[in-house]
């Protein structure tokens, strides 16, 4: 097996780990940096100073900080300067953002920050954040995600994994996370990010095993900077650091650790939202409305909803929906039937319905309630398919198109779904069907001339008993399973 591997290669294995749930996030420094952070060398600067060195050529910054409480008999400076750095008004990046949307239950970091606990409160998640070892003996209830700080957090500066001393005697004073990240290292898949494989307790953890289990080890994947040429290196000192690297790739290869290179950093947000798109690539946000049934009537248009939510369900898609007039019914009972005929899965994983509220908030207004509540539910998922879209408007007494159901399809394309409007069954969805179809290439991309022919049947009436199988044929040529 390769030391290095390819994105797209990274992406499937993650992805196939990542639909069991069975896999976990490490991030560490590089994640804070772009928030307004500075590193670690830019943080010891003033200590090096202190004792005399130059920053600029240490390396060993755990000896650094050890020297430091060696010679002044006391750590506080530093435990200031991690005050001072880490609490000072930094703002969440775009990839704090996308790490906290996706399904992921498990994250380690090395950060002594709150950034990923105020992305996670950003999205309405709860994380469970153990700090100390103490926080792994209590579990808070209902949460989304346990966050586990290995090196402590900024709320308890003297606690902080900082010096050689705190190193050495890790797994003494925190031995309860290093047995839990032993556990999680062999039973899930992890996704280094933003972390250098500079910490000698991990690198035990690894060894032990690889010890134990020998070739039997978990199949883990990190993201790693090529060496480029910075500032007053030379072709040689490029040359030296990558052949360092290359050694570094190798020795993380002997415990399952296989690495992606990249050139650039903002090649990890393009990854992460990769990620994202694929972990919803199974859920369908089924949006429509019917005040007026035509021109499938009732009956037709209720069968279509129904059949279509059944189908998903059965070719192990997940459903979400608004529960629209005339169309809402139908899709739930459609879900609930194959969900009851074979009940392999929990009814809540597979099935998301969210009725819109019909009376005022005491603040804001309905319309402002309803726009976060359309984006909150569009964004679990990756496809979008519109059904009619109509409603009775109360003032002229008139069927007009939905709203609603135009709004959410700017959202669905906003948020990265793949649009999916049946255009036979009329309205809204004609609308928006003409709009797709006009211009396949910008909603499809290079799958444009694949999914042509399946919008050409949703957009017959006549083809009417093809338009789910059209509807799952787009769906997988998009994203095959």
């Known amino acids: 097996m390769s030391s290095t591997i390819d994105k797209k290669a990274l992406l499937a294995a993650f992805q196939r780990e990542m639909d069991s749930d069975s896999v976990a996030l490490f991030f560490g420094a590089g994640m804070s940096r772009p928030s307004g952070f500075v590193d670690w060398k830019a943080l010891m600067q003033e200590v090096a100073e202190d004792l005399g060195l130059d920053i600029n050529r240490e390396t060993d910054l755990i000896a650094l900080a050890q020297f430091h409480k060696n010679r002044r008999k006391t750590r506080h400076r530093i435990n200031q300067l991690l005050v001072t750095e880490f609490t000072k008004g930094a703002t969440l990046s775009e990839n704090h953002r996308l790490i906290a949307s996706l399904p992921i239950s498990t994250v380690w970091t090395t950060n002594y920050d709150h950034l990923i606990e105020d992305a996670y409160a950003e999205a309405h998640k709860r994380p469970d954040v153990k700090k100390r070892p103490e926080d792994l003996a209590v ?52 996704l280094f990010l933003g972390y250098s494989f500079s910490d000698p307790n991990l690198d035990y953890i690894l060894a032990r095993i690889r010890a134990q289990l020998g070739d039997k080890k978990r199949e883990h994947f990190c993201v790693m900077k090529n060496v480029a040429k910075e500032g007053d290196m030379t072709e040689a000192d490029v040359d030296y650091q990558r052949k360092k690297l290359t050694l570094r790739i190798e020795d993380l290869q002997n415990y399952g650790i296989q690495t992606l290179l990249i050139d650039d950093y903002a090649e990890i947000t393009s990854l992460l939202h990769e990620l994202n798109r694929r972990a919803v690539r199974k859920s369908v946000f089924i949006s429509g409305s019917a005040h007026d049934p035509a021109p499938l009537g009732l009956e037709g248009l209720e069968k279509l909803a129904r059949d279509l939510a059944k189908e998903l369900i059965k070719q192990d898609y997940n459903v979400v929906s608004g529960l629209g007039l005339g169309i809402g019914q139908a899709v739930t009972m459609g879900a609930l039937e194959e969900l009851y005929r074979a009940p392999a899965s929990h009814l809540d994983d597979r099935l998301t319905l969210r009725p819109f509220p019909q009376v005022d908030p005491s603040k804001g207004t309905r319309a402002e309630v309803w726009e976060r509540y359309r984006q909150e539910m569009i964004s679990r998922a990756g496809f979008a398919v519109f059904l009619a879209g109509n409603k009775l408007d109360p003032d002229t007494g008139k069927t007009v198109e939905a709203a609603g159901v135009l709004r959410e399809f700017e959202i669905a394309v906003s948020q ?44 017959a009436l006549s083809e009417l008993e093809k338009w789910v199988d059209a509807i799952l044929a787009i769906m997988k040529i998009v994203s095959p399973k």
């Not at 290093?178 to 899930?188: A, C, F, P």
């Not at 255009?423 to 290439?441: E, F, M, P, R």
């Open 139 to 190: 579990s808070k209830p209902r949460s989304d995600v346990v966050v586990y700080k290995m090196h402590g957090d900024i709320d308890a500066p003297d606690e902080a994994v900082l010096t050689k001393e705190d190193y050495a005697t890790f797994e003494s004073t925190r031995a309860l996370f290093s047995i839990q990240l032993r556990g999680h290292l062999v039973s899930k898949s992890f």
């Open 416 to 459: 990265g779904a793949f649009p999916i409007p049946v255009g036979g069954s009329g309205h809204a969805s004609k609308n928006i069907a003409d709009t797709v179809a006009g211009n396949l290439d910008r909603y499809f991309g290079a799958h444009a001339p694949a999914v042509k022919k399946h919008f050409a049947v949703l957009g």
